[in-house]
């Protein structure tokens, strides 16, 4: 038997989980650093929710090895479940709790937990401490989840789609909080259906596809080894440009007028800047059109975000 690498945060060694003919994850490995910001990205349906889920052990896996902090989260449950911040369901919670008694409660039943009024202070719901679940909003009850998550002060924390219903200055909002939870020491699990807060939060991400990882990597790596080229751009009147293709990673260069474009590979902008600049040339407007994360999203599942 493979042990946890001791350190991890998170092993998943081909993780299997069915539900009836439905191959859920079929055969997903992946290891979480303690302390990181771990994204994990993938089509509907490709499995993402089932893993977490198997990871807290709320489901029971088919096979495959898992631990968390070290601990078999089925075999050993109990012993993780003050341990880590699980995010809940949409269902969880019953309509009539009101905020301060769902946090409340919650602090409650763990054996170390927060200041839960600070907590309402950071996810910006002091002012519903008084309602009733049932009557917050969708974006309020996301961050109430979130809050949820964080009170016993968790070691690792799971958030499967924290963001959903956010306004975008919300959202940015949630990432500063989201950093300052991984500055308090907690290791991140993030599930998240948008490509700009996996590129800005994660340090690692896992791409699933059909219930398998199908890349792994930094945020840049992925971008790097699946969204190819970037494309330099500036203007520029000089007649002659063709030592433009002598620059390392150069690929291509067009222009219309004065309108210049290099495509190529690698740290093209420097390149191309300092050939500029060799040959006395030094456009105001040089910039770089970088692939995204998404455009890697695309190449790597052959889908859009989902
Ligand atoms: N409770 C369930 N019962 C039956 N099938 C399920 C259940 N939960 C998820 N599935 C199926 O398992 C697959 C993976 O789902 P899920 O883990 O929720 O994916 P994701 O979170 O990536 O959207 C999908 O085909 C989904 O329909
Ligand atoms: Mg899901």
């Known amino acids: 038997m493979t042990l946890a690498s001791p350190g991890r945060a998170v092993f998943v060694n081909q993780l299997v989980k069915r539900y009836g003919r439905t191959v859920a994850v079929g055969g997903a490995s992946l290891e979480v650093e303690t302390g990181e910001i771990f994204g994990i990205i993938g089509p509907n349906g490709s499995g993402k929710t089932t893993t977490v889920e198997c990871l807290q052990g709320l489901r029971t896996r088919d096979s495959g090895e898992v631990r968390v902090l070290g601990l078999d989260p089925q075999a050993q449950r109990n012993a993780l479940r003050h341990r880590i911040g699980s995010q809940l369901q949409e269902s969880a919670l019953p309509e009539r709790l009101r905020v301060w008694e769902a946090l409340d409660l919650f602090a409650a039943m763990s054996p170390h937990s927060r200041n839960w009024r600070e907590l309402l202070e950071e996810w910006d719901l002091t002012e519903k401490r008084d309602t009733a679940f049932a009557d917050l909003s969708g974006g309020q009850r996301q961050r109430l989840f979130v809050a949820l998550a964080l009170v016993n002060e968790p070691e690792i924390v799971f958030l499967d789609e924290m963001a959903t219903g956010l306004d975008p200055a919300a959202r940015r909002g949630a990432w500063e909080l989201v950093r300052q939870v991984r500055r308090r020491g907690t290791t991140i699990v ?117």
């Open 190 to 306: 993030l599930v998240t259906h948008f490509m700009d807060e996996a590129e800005e939060l994660c340090d690692r991400i896992a791409v699933f596809r059909a219930g398998t990882v199908v890349a792994l990597g930094t945020p840049p790596e992925l971008v790097a080894r699946y969204a190819g080229r970037s494309l330099v751009r500036f203007t520029d009147n000089t007649e002659d440009l063709d030592w433009l293709r002598d620059c390392p990673g150069a690929e291509e260069v067009a222009r219309e007028g004065p309108r210049v474009e290099v495509r190529g590979t690698g740290p093209l902008l420097a390149h191309v800047g300092a050939a500029l600049v060799a040959h006395g040339i030094a456009p105001a407007d040089l910039r770089v059109e970088r692939a995204t994360l998404e455009d890697a999203f695309m190449a790597m599942t052959g889908e859009g975000a989902p």
